[in-house]
């Protein structure tokens, strides 16, 4: 039985058990009274550390429940809107759609990639970021922090995922022995978005955990919760990109950069292009964008090229 002497060390708050409570909630009440200047989220934060007195065992639990409740519970919303005419009008392949079976295997799938591929590597996160800095203390950093850093993350893993992806369709060892699985859907949904081999889920994976080490590794600056919510954001964004539905509110008709569901359906369509994650510059830089809004982007620019050649005929 446990009671909490809590003591602040440079606007960090520690705790530590002595005897009187030895319940989660109970660790939870005694840090409420010693810790008012906390929030409510800091004080269950921190009375789950304390509780847990492992900081690589409450960290690995914490990123695998968070990790299959955010993605199933993302996924969910896309499997029920498949089974409801009413949102076929917004379907980008409107005569293909999941079946039930279909969507059940590819469950089955990603569940066993998850605790065979994804729990090793987000149990060995926790060691591994610590080493360099890593801090999981309260009160959390500050919103501008946490955002900033996680637009970084956002573009250094795009251009990871553009390369990488790009690699496994341009060479066909890759793509065969690798990256095939991942097209057995060639439209897609949303449960579809870790369909794939161990390899491409350790490989692609990479661009997602790497960044925020390496960010660590040279600012020694980066607490947990900001790479919680990247993960979050950043399942979002995958599970929605293979959703299969462009909505007249879809982010990328308020941000023309943003890559989103229409961008990524075309890529599973025809098997080639559009190979980045998020944004759509890599693409458009590279000329390796695919669809119908590519092939006009690229008559436009062909037409203003001749225009200006015939100009330029003009002048002489």
């Known amino acids: 039985m446990y009671t909490i002497q809590v003591v602040g060390v440079r606007n960090t708050t520690t705790a530590f058990p002595i005897h009187g409570t030895d319940t989660y909630w109970a660790q939870f009440d005694e840090i409420s009274k010693y810790n008012v200047s906390l929030n409510y989220f800091e004080k269950l934060w921190l009375a789950w550390y304390t509780y847990m007195q492992n900081d690589v065992l409450a960290t690995g639990i914490m990123s695998f429940v968070m990790h299959e409740a955010v993605y199933f519970g993302r996924s969910l919303p896309w499997i029920i ?6 949102f076929r009008k917004w379907k980008i392949q409107e005569h293909k759609l999941p079946t039930a079976k279909e969507q059940w295997q590819c469950a089955s799938l990603v569940l066993l990639s998850h605790f065979t591929v994804e729990l090793p590597q987000i149990w060995l996160f926790h060691p591994a970021a610590q080493f360099f800095g890593l801090s999981t203390s309260v009160p959390f950093p500050p919103a501008w922090k946490i955002l900033l850093q996680i637009a970084i993350f956002f573009v250094a893993e795009d251009a990871w995922h553009y390369w990488s992806h790009r690699a496994m369709h341009e060479y066909k060892f890759l793509y065969k022995n690798i990256h095939k699985i991942h097209h057995q859907y060639s439209a897609p949904f949303g449960l579809a978005a870790e369909y794939a081999s161990p390899i491409e889920v350790m490989m692609l994976g990479l661009g997602t955990v790497a960044p925020p080490i390496v960010w660590c590794a040279i600012t020694g600056d980066l607490h947990i919760l900001t790479m919680y919510l990247w993960i979050v954001f950043r399942l979002f964004q995958a599970i929605d990109a293979h959703s299969g539905y462009e909505f007249p509110w879809s982010l990328h008709h308020f941000l023309p950069f943003w890559a989103g569901a229409e961008h990524h359906d075309v890529h599973h369509e025809k098997f080639v292009g559009n190979y980045a994650s ?6 458009y830089w590279c000329e390796t964008e695919s669809g119908t809004e590519a ?3 690229k008559r436009r620019q062909k037409v203003q090229q001749q225009l200006s050649g015939n100009a330029s005929k003009k002048e002489l």
């Open 295 to 297: 092939f006009k982007n």
């Open 81 to 86: 809107i498949d089974f409801i005419p009413y």
């Open 278 to 283: 998020s944004f759509r510059w890599w693409d």
